[in-house]
């Protein structure tokens, strides 16, 4: 199992930092993290490294104002720089690993957006959001 790590930029211009963990062989799929309140990627490194060692790999990101991305500790503008966030991570997912079936797992906190921006943007109602469930969009 390798670990590789990648940083972003927000639409704000915030660095964002993620890490994912790989599997040994060829990718059964990919599993798309967002945290829970008070947390930060490293904290799912047992998740990680379960999942690589099932042949998935796990993706995610310190979300804004947590672990070692940038932002006011706790806080965000709005709801919509939460999903802006997370498209932005899901775009470059899709970028990473082409191809791949994509899962995505909202924990606590992270439930609520990751829920969010999977059922508003097929519908067109998220103004400017990508359905990055689309092939133009990575999948």
Same mark, same amino acid.
């Given at each position: 199992?390798?670990?590789?790590?990648?940083?972003?930029?927000?639409?704000?211009?915030?660095?964002?930092?993620?890490?994912?963990?790989?599997?040994?062989?060829?990718?059964?799929?990919?599993?798309?993290?967002?945290?829970?309140?008070?947390?930060?990627?490293?904290?799912?490194?047992?998740?990680?490294?379960?999942?690589?060692?099932?042949?998935?790999?796990?993706?995610?990101?310190?979300?804004?104002?947590?672990?070692?991305?940038?932002?006011?500790?706790?806080?965000?503008?709005?709801?919509?720089?939460?999903?802006?966030?997370?498209?932005?991570?899901?775009?470059?997912?899709? /970028?990473?690993?082409?191809?791949?079936?994509?899962?995505?797992?909202?924990?606590?906190?992270?439930?609520?957006?990751?829920?969010?921006?999977?059922?508003?943007?097929?519908?067109?109602?998220?103004?400017?959001? /990508?359905?990055?469930?689309?092939?133009?969009?990575?999948?």
């Amino acid at each position: 199992m390798e670990t590789t790590e990648w940083k972003w930029k927000t639409k704000d211009g915030l660095e964002m930092y993620s890490k994912a963990w790989l599997p040994a062989g060829e990718a059964r799929g990919v599993v798309c993290l967002v945290h829970g309140v008070g947390e930060h990627i490293g904290r799912y490194q047992p998740d990680g490294e379960a999942l690589a060692k099932a042949g998935y790999v796990m993706a995610g990101f310190d979300q804004r104002g947590f672990g070692q991305s940038q932002g006011r500790r706790g806080h965000t503008p709005s709801l919509e720089a939460y999903f802006d966030d997370i498209d932005l991570f899901l775009v470059e997912v899709a /970028r990473r690993y082409p191809g791949q079936t994509r899962f995505l797992y909202g924990h606590s906190m992270g439930g609520g957006p990751g829920a969010g921006l999977h059922t508003a943007a097929p519908s067109g109602d998220r103004r400017g959001h /990508r359905d990055w469930t689309q092939p133009e969009n990575g999948a």
